[in-house]
């Protein structure tokens, strides 16, 4: 966990979801990996061939942006895949319930939180992809507000996400917490925009944010 800010007077925490409230590195993987194989079908390539285009622009990408990471929405972009499109890619593609599962100490802790924050979710992932993960770790029912990437068709970062999250819970930016598992993509611009940030590993530091808030 590093802490670069938290605010003085919070109301309100800005979640991440994949990678922040749940720890499985092969669900992360899995649920890039078969967007690019769906992407290496639509084109009519081997699926080594689209991962290694994949990467080398992200890779090239990063070089170009002071090392900045690139979300796989906006990668898509650059090769004729639109938001809108990436949006139906997800809806029908992801499956969280195969390879999450409920987690009660999550739950406890966002029990907790909710009692004194406005808690939110915004993830480069469609509402209804992301409602299937929350329901599948078994927080949808405390995280009922999500902004996601048929919101605004934007993908992380994007600066009108997080105004939407502010604005949603009737609290201004320097009152909100950003918490999420990727710098550059869940953090940087909120913090550059005046909210406060932490970044984790993954759900067993989430664990850990009553006692340190």
Request: net charge neutral; hydrophobic share 40%.
């Amino acid at each position: 966990m590093k802490i670069y800010k938290i605010p003085q007077n919070l109301k309100t925490i800005i979640f991440d979801i994949d990678g922040t409230l749940y720890t499985s590195p092969y669900y992360v993987f899995e649920q890039v990996d078969v967007q690019i194989r769906h992407f290496a079908h639509l084109k009519n390539i081997s699926e080594k061939c689209a991962r290694e285009q994949i990467q080398a622009f992200r890779k090239k990408w990063s070089a170009e942006h002071e090392g900045k990471k690139i979300s796989l929405g906006n990668t898509f972009t650059h090769f004729g895949i639109s938001i809108e499109e990436s949006i139906k890619w997800r809806e029908d593609l992801l499956e969280p319930s195969h390879f999450l599962h409920k987690d009660s100490k999550l739950r406890s802790t966002l029990e907790i939180l909710q009692k004194k924050y406005n808690l939110i979710c915004v993830t480069n992932n469609p509402v209804k992809a992301a409602r299937k993960t929350l329901d599948a770790i078994g927080a949808a029912d405390i995280l009922q507000s999500i902004i996601g990437l048929d919101t605004c068709n934007k993908s992380k970062p994007a600066k009108e996400m997080i105004q939407l999250a502010a604005s949603k819970t009737n609290c201004n930016l320097e009152e909100c917490l950003s918490v999420g598992d990727r710098y550059d993509i869940d953090l940087a611009l909120p913090l550059q925009m005046g909210t406060g940030a932490i970044l984790v590993s993954g759900v067993e530091e989430v664990y850990k944010l009553p006692e340190i808030l």
